[in-house]
């Protein structure tokens, strides 16, 4: 499966409740804006969650292996 592009200015840090409400590791992901009809159809498709599912789960997979 091929990676996750990143775009935009990287990662940053605020203080949104569910993240900072949370007593363990947390991470938030932004996958995309149903304001955008094209990104918004691709994440409201089966085929589009089971592509971003995949790609989460491997990121984590590997990020747990120290890649």
């Given amino acids: 499966v091929k990676g996750i592009s990143k775009s935009g200015n990287g990662a940053g840090q605020a203080g949104f ?3 900072v409400g949370a007593f363990m590791p ?3 992901l932004e996958l995309g804006f149903i ?3 094209d990104e918004e159809k691709y994440l409201a498709s089966e085929a589009g969650q089971n592509e971003l599912v995949q790609k989460i789960a491997d990121s984590i997979d590997r990020y747990s292996k120290g890649e």
């Fill in 35 to 37: 304001s955008n009809p």
């Fill in 17 to 19: 409740y569910v993240l």
């Fill in 26 to 28: 947390a991470v938030l």
